[in-house]
């Protein structure tokens, strides 16, 4: 668990320059964040890292690079126009409008994800709930759209209206065909995409967790329909391990448990194999960058949660400071979205499939969908850590893990008569990583300053280096120090990180 709220993150996140509120000189704009220095690196480097792990890594996904703005019926196929909602309440009295789901869960302590205007309107009649700004009553609840519209053209009419698109999966689905012929592909494959995304959220809250505009990383995963039970792949995540929250763990009031893939499958608590597969490998991917296992669990949709077309839904959920919340929802699908598309573009889908000599429609079995900025806050929180330094004060260390941290190497003289030979040093290892050169203030203040930015490691300039073309090495995470040869760094610097 965080040792800090969200809003002193969003502090620490502006101070060091990882992130800043959007237009700030204007007076902000609610919903929208900019990356800083140290973080656009970071977000670069989770990019990078889940293209790697999810594509370039894998002979059986596919990625693509789709427009933000598509045709205006892709949304409609998809059922975004008529219910990506939330539900609003409006004050009668100050105007003021809120999203009615949260409030009610703050207010009644009772989930109301998924519940409907109607029943919004009864539980505020029944609790004699009003405006929290000037105690109000509201009108009565409306149902809200959360796509952003656009114009397209230089007409203002019905015709050229469009939408920044919500999610990037749909562009999965209406390119299936396109990615299917031109890679040669075969199933089970998937098709994974990066990019922005846009919801025009009534409240945005919690920092960087709900956000306007933000980038999202998703796969839409294809198999056979009738090989829902055939994963090739999950033999090498049977001994997998984490933390499970079923469905019926949370109607009997139990607590989530450790359990491994092959217990969760015979068992029955995870339905299908492809399911517990790609569960188990976004868990993976989050701990392979760093993220402490405890803080992740994997916990099943209830009845009432599940959209109507999904038969199982599983969240992976990450244990903020504000509690548990989902980091990536993911539905077995079915065909559910292949065949929506069929239906409104009046376009054959299907593909062929030689064993049996027939067409068939794909089932989705999985949709891993991440947001980038939530797992960035993830791997924020996760490496949050504060230490004394030599006076007693408090000061940060971030311990991100070396291969996303946005600055690899610091490099420093001991003093500023060294300068030269640290330069030299510098411009050497800036060929491999990237490095920060500072000069100023205490050898501390430059290693508390380093530890903030969540620099893995600092090299150290001294006289002694003249002599023996040595320089020391720092630790973040140890503070332990050892000499190296000038002309080894570089090859011990890259065992390290
Ligand atoms: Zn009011």
């Given at each position: 668990?965080?040792?800090?709220?969200?809003?002193?993150?969003?502090?620490?996140?502006?101070?060091?320059?990882?992130?800043?509120?959007?237009?700030?000189?204007?007076?902000g704009?609610?919903?929208?964040?900019?990356?800083?220095?140290?973080?656009?690196?970071?977000?670069?480097?989770?990019?990078?890292?889940?293209?790697?792990?999810?594509?370039?890594d894998?002979?059986?996904?596919i990625?693509?690079?789709?427009?933000?703005?598509t045709?205006?019926?892709?949304?409609?196929?998809?059922?975004?126009?008529?219910?990506f909602?939330?539900?609003?309440?409006?004050?009668?009295?100050?105007?003021?409008?809120?999203?009615?789901?949260?409030?009610i869960?703050?207010?009644?302590?009772?989930?109301?994800?998924?519940?409907?205007a109607?029943?919004?309107?009864?539980?505020?009649?029944?609790?004699?709930?009003?405006?929290?700004?000037?105690s109000?009553?509201?009108?009565?609840?409306?149902?809200?759209?959360?796509?952003?519209?656009?114009?397209?053209?230089?007409?203002?009419?019905?015709?050229?209206?469009?939408?920044?698109?919500?999610?990037?999966?749909?562009?999965?689905f209406?390119d299936?065909?396109?990615?299917?012929?031109?890679?040669?592909?075969?199933?089970?494959?998937?098709?994974?995409?990066?990019g922005?995304?846009?919801?025009?959220?009534?409240?945005?809250?919690?920092?960087?967790?709900?956000?306007?505009?933000?980038?999202?990383?998703?796969?839409?995963y294809?198999?056979?329909?009738?090989?829902?039970?055939?994963?090739?792949?999950?033999?090498?995540?049977?001994?997998?391990?984490?933390?499970?929250?079923?469905?019926?763990?949370?109607?009997?009031?139990?607590?989530?448990?450790?359990?491994?893939?092959?217990?969760?499958?015979?068992?029955?608590?995870?339905?299908?194999?492809?399911?517990?597969?790609?569960?188990?490998?976004?868990?993976?991917?989050?701990?392979?960058?760093?993220?402490?296992p405890?803080?992740?669990?994997?916990r099943?949709?209830?009845?009432?949660?599940?959209?109507?077309?999904?038969l199982?839904?599983?969240?992976?959920?990450?244990?903020?400071?504000?509690?548990?919340?989902?980091?990536?929802?993911?539905?077995?699908?079915?065909?559910?979205?292949?065949?929506?598309?069929?239906?409104?573009?009046?376009?054959?889908?299907?593909?062929?499939?030689?064993?049996?000599?027939?067409?068939?429609?794909?089932?989705?079995?999985?949709?891993?969908?991440?947001?980038?900025?939530?797992?960035?806050?993830?791997?924020?929180?996760?490496?949050?850590?504060t230490?004394?330094?030599?006076?007693?004060?408090?000061?940060?260390?971030?311990?991100?893990?070396?291969?996303?941290?946005?600055?690899?190497v610091?490099?420093?003289?001991?003093?500023n008569?060294?300068?030269?030979?640290?330069?030299?040093?510098?411009?050497?290892?800036?060929?491999?990583?990237?490095?920060?050169?500072?000069?100023?203030?205490?050898?501390?203040?430059?290693?508390a300053?380093?530890?903030?930015?969540g620099?893995?490691?600092?090299?150290?300039?001294?006289?002694?280096?003249?002599?023996d073309?040595?320089?020391?090495?720092?630790?973040?995470?140890?503070?332990?120090?050892?000499?190296?040869?000038?002309?080894?760094?570089?090859?011990?610097?890259?065992?390290?990180?």
């Amino acid at each position: 668990m965080a040792k800090i709220s969200i809003d002193d993150m969003a502090g620490f996140c502006k101070k060091k320059g990882f992130i800043f509120p959007n237009s700030e000189i204007y007076g902000g704009m609610a919903g929208f964040f900019d990356y800083g220095h140290l973080g656009s690196e970071l977000k670069k480097n989770i990019k990078d890292s889940w293209w790697k792990y999810h594509v370039q890594d894998r002979e059986d996904v596919i990625g693509i690079d789709g427009t933000i703005i598509t045709h205006p019926k892709v949304w409609v196929a998809s059922g975004h126009v008529e219910s990506f909602l939330d539900i609003m309440l409006e004050c009668t009295k100050c105007g003021e409008k809120i999203r009615a789901d949260t409030f009610i869960e703050e207010k009644l302590k009772i989930a109301a994800d998924g519940i409907k205007a109607d029943a919004i309107n009864s539980l505020i009649d029944d609790n004699n709930l009003v405006c929290p700004k000037c105690s109000s009553d509201f009108k009565k609840a409306e149902d809200f759209n959360l796509m952003f519209e656009i114009q397209v053209g230089p007409k203002k009419d019905s015709e050229s209206m469009a939408y920044l698109r919500p999610e990037t999966a749909q562009l999965m689905f209406t390119d299936f065909k396109l990615v299917y012929d031109s890679a040669r592909a075969k199933l089970p494959f998937g098709i994974a995409q990066m990019g922005r995304a846009f919801r025009n959220e009534i409240s945005p809250r919690n920092f960087l967790f709900r956000c306007r505009e933000f980038e999202q990383m998703e796969i839409e995963y294809f198999i056979h329909p009738d090989k829902v039970q055939e994963c090739p792949y999950i033999k090498e995540m049977l001994d997998y391990e984490f933390l499970v929250y079923s469905a019926s763990m949370q109607d009997n009031k139990k607590p989530a448990g450790m359990m491994k893939l092959k217990d969760a499958l015979k068992n029955k608590i995870i339905k299908t194999k492809w399911h517990a597969y790609w569960l188990s490998v976004e868990h993976k991917w989050f701990c392979d960058l760093g993220v402490n296992p405890k803080n992740l669990r994997i916990r099943q949709h209830l009845k009432e949660e599940k959209s109507h077309y999904a038969l199982d839904t599983w969240d992976l959920e990450y244990n903020f400071p504000f509690g548990w919340k989902e980091l990536q929802g993911m539905a077995n699908r079915t065909d559910f979205d292949l065949r929506q598309h069929i239906k409104h573009s009046k376009k054959d889908l299907s593909i062929f499939d030689q064993e049996t000599n027939k067409k068939v429609i794909p089932y989705v079995v999985a949709e891993p969908s991440l947001g980038v900025d939530r797992s960035f806050l993830v791997f924020m929180f996760d490496a949050y850590t504060t230490r004394k330094d030599e006076k007693g004060n408090e000061v940060v260390v971030l311990k991100l893990n070396p291969k996303i941290a946005p600055v690899k190497v610091g490099v420093f003289p001991l003093v500023n008569k060294l300068e030269e030979k640290a330069r030299e040093v510098f411009d050497l290892l800036k060929k491999e990583f990237t490095c920060i050169f500072d000069r100023s203030g205490s050898i501390g203040r430059r290693y508390a300053r380093a530890d903030e930015s969540g620099i893995p490691y600092c090299v150290t300039i001294d006289f002694d280096t003249l002599n023996d073309k040595q320089v020391t090495i720092r630790d973040r995470d140890t503070a332990k120090q050892k000499r190296v040869k000038i002309e080894e760094l570089i090859g011990e610097l890259k065992k390290l990180i």
